[in-house]
């Protein structure tokens, strides 16, 4: 992809609402959650814990995530800006360009990093003609700010949770759950990953890896359509607000962590396993007030309906993450329908004021057409 189409892709596949982006609310927002890292850092010495800034992330960041990100937004963009035929053309080619996105995206294949070290200065040189870097900056910078500090209030939280932890009775419901689904038996030892196929497997692991680079595409549209940037960061992390407070009433850390053995051997050289590891040893680590090395876990409701073609693209590598959870063996099966209906209560209300907006703005066209034809006649 050259980089005159990849500048042209990183323009707004819809209408922008300003001529010109106010950075204040993000400002605002970024110093406020600079306050509250800063406040989560301090009450982490306080009760003992030593912090660690998770440096070993950041080349990872930088040289994959980003770049993967803006070239997958750019894709999505020429695909529909290219497609003149029905909507539903458009969809689908855009649900195929996303199945290709879940399929390469191996963050343990060599080739596939070497692809982003050699994408990234054609991605920077276009975001740099597009005229985005500086929000984009300060987007990255609040999602890096925000992200730390619920990794620091996950440490403060896990502090609540020692010797009452409800594993052991959502792990019989687990059980039961799926006896019921599939009609036989079920030994919890060894139990994930539910598909065995190696194929399968990748696919639901680069789904799971992919919420990352989701997040940075989200914030690209949301920067390129010029909304109100404040109002997702602050809905963003209410969602996580929302799971730790649930999670200090209700403590649960999972099947991998509570139950290590319930991930079968033959899938122990994964990078889930390795992931499964280093959560196990945060979680152990904040429980014995040590120092914890940053590793820290994520999840997400992307809000993607600002541009329909990216929201038609990353809606396979959604539906594939949320089944990814359960099937390798991160979460038990009513922590799926949990969060399904945190994402419904965040998704329905902004679903409605768009229809709301749609039909006020259809009932507004349809009141001015006359009244310009008169003009035009007279």
Avoid at 52 to 68: A, D, E, M, R
Avoid at 155 to 184: C, F, H, M, N
Avoid at 200 to 209: P, S, T, W
């Amino acid at each position: 992809m050259s980089d005159v189409k990849l500048t042209v892709a990183y323009q707004p596949t819809v209408r922008l609402s300003s001529p010109e982006l106010d950075h204040a609310p993000m400002k605002r927002a970024l110093v406020l959650l600079c306050a509250f890292y800063g406040a989560t850092i301090v009450t982490l010495y306080w009760v003992g814990i030593q912090p660690v800034v998770p440096w070993p992330l950041l080349p990872v960041f930088v040289l994959v995530v980003i770049p993967f990100a803006l070239g997958a937004a750019g894709a999505v963009s020429l695909v529909a800006r290219h497609v003149t035929c029905r909507h539903a053309m458009t969809r689908g080619r855009c649900v195929l360009l996303g199945a290709i996105f879940l399929a390469a995206y191996r963050l343990d294949s060599p080739l596939f990093l070497l692809g982003q070290v050699v994408l990234l200065p054609v991605v920077a040189r276009s975001v740099w003609r597009s005229g985005l870097v500086r929000p984009l900056t300060l987007m990255a910078v609040a999602l890096t700010v925000g992200y730390a500090t619920i990794w620091n209030l996950n440490y403060l939280v896990a502090l609540l949770s020692k010797g009452r932890l409800a594993d052991p009775a959502l792990r019989e419901l687990d059980i039961a759950l799926y006896q019921l689904i599939l009609r036989t038996p079920v030994d919890y030892l060894g139990f994930f990953p539910i598909v065995r196929s190696e194929v399968l497997f990748r696919l639901f692991e680069n789904a799971y890896v992919m919420l990352l680079p989701e997040i940075f595409v989200v914030a690209l549209l949301w920067v390129m359509v010029k909304r109100d940037v404040a109002a997702f960061l602050r809905t963003f992390f209410l969602c996580y607000l929302v799971g730790l407070i649930v999670f200090a009433l209700y403590p649960a850390v999972g099947p991998c962590i509570a139950f290590p053995d319930s991930f079968g051997d033959e899938f122990r050289e994964t990078l889930t396993f390795r992931l499964m590891e280093g959560m196990a040893s945060e979680y152990t680590a904040s429980l014995e007030r040590t120092s914890v090395n940053g590793f820290g876990y994520f999840i997400a409701i992307p809000r993607l309906r600002v541009s329909p073609p990216h929201f038609w693209a990353f809606l396979p590598i959604n539906v594939v993450v949320a089944s990814s959870t359960i099937i390798l063996g991160y979460h038990y099966l009513i922590d799926m329908l949990a969060g399904l209906a945190l994402g419904a209560s965040v998704a329905l209300p902004y679903w409605r004021r768009t229809q709301v907006r749609h039909k006020v703005q259809r009932s507004e066209h349809a009141t001015s057409s006359p009244a310009r034809e008169r003009s035009a006649r007279e």
